[in-house]
């Protein structure tokens, strides 16, 4: 849970300055945010757990490094982002996608995308989005963490750049790819509702 | 925008709005783990790293040596034997032809 009123700069010096106490209330602080972007680019093995884990060493290990240049949240975003995106690396791309391998409810998301125009029920939710998790894992470790902050997490081009280094170009040239991509494995699921 | 886009779009806005519970506090594994990290002072984790600069400067000089000692002997390399050491030699240079 967030700390509430918690002044992260005074915490940050005094977790500097070796205080348990302030290294707990400032890992308090920033759980929801870690727990946030681990949710959404969690390789499949993984535990959620062990990845918060790495993040939060990381960051209090490197905490040396942070100058206060930009918001302590951006720069735990980014290491979070970054080491997400190791881990994804390390997964390897799953074969093709087939009818046969969808769960019961994620069938009626994609007859539901084939066959009404409007929104998808909310009851569908879950399930379109262990979908999406399923399309995104025919995707480059790289591609798949864009497609999340993008489409997903709803973020701009401009917050990419700044969460992963990248430039506006490479950023728009990925996406279109990737979303390439995903029409075509969407398409091939869409193609098998048929049969 | 083509259908297949536009399918796309409706299930990345459906998959956007399932919301998973985070779970409320740190796991104690968690915080103890990392807690326990910071305590122990700088990462030392990337000891590898710190030690590869050590080793390619132990390869760089070790090829320094072997070419000076190349170097050095070189004369002596070049150099065409003297008679005694070809008469004592010619039993092995003949065993060597057909």
């Given at each position: 849970m967030a700390e509430e009123g918690l002044d992260v700069l005074a915490c940050v010096g005094r977790v500097r300055a070796g205080d348990s106490e302030a290294a707990r209330a400032l890992l308090n602080h920033l759980h929801p945010l870690v727990m946030t972007v681990v949710r959404g680019h969690l390789p499949r093995r993984a535990s959620e757990e062990d990845l918060a884990q790495m993040i939060f060493v990381k960051v209090f290990t490197k905490l040396e490094q942070f100058s206060g240049a930009v918001p302590l949240e951006h720069w735990v975003s980014r290491i979070a982002v970054n080491t997400c995106l190791n881990a994804l690396q390390a997964e390897k791309i799953r074969p093709e996608l087939r009818w046969?391998?969808?769960?019961?409810e994620e069938e009626h998301v994609v007859q539901s995308l084939a066959t009404a125009a409007d929104e998808l029920e909310p009851g569908h939710q879950l399930a379109a989005r262990?979908?999406?998790?399923r399309l995104l894992a025919h995707l480059k470790p790289e591609d798949r963490l864009l497609m999340n902050l993008l489409h997903l997490e709803g973020r701009s081009v401009e917050e990419v750049r700044r969460l992963t280094g990248w430039n506006v170009s490479l950023i728009k040239v990925r996406a279109f790819r990737a979303r390439r991509k995903l029409k075509k494995h969407l398409a091939m699921l869409m193609k098998d509702t048929g049969k | 925008m083509n259908r297949l886009d536009h399918q796309l779009n409706r299930l990345f806005q459906a998959a956007a709005r399932a919301r998973r519970e985070i779970p409320r506090g740190v796991p104690f594994a968690v915080e103890a783990q990392a807690l326990a990290q910071w305590r122990g002072g700088p990462d030392t984790r990337d000891d590898g790293f710190v030690l590869l600069p050590l080793v390619r400067r132990a390869f760089a000089l070790a090829c320094v040596l072997a070419l000076i000692a190349l170097a050095l002997s070189y004369?002596?390399?070049?150099q065409h034997p003297s008679d005694e050491v070809v008469i004592i030699n010619s039993p092995v240079t003949l065993s060597y032809l057909p």
């Open positions: 046969a391998d969808l769960s019961e262990d979908l999406v998790d | 004369p002596k390399l070049t």
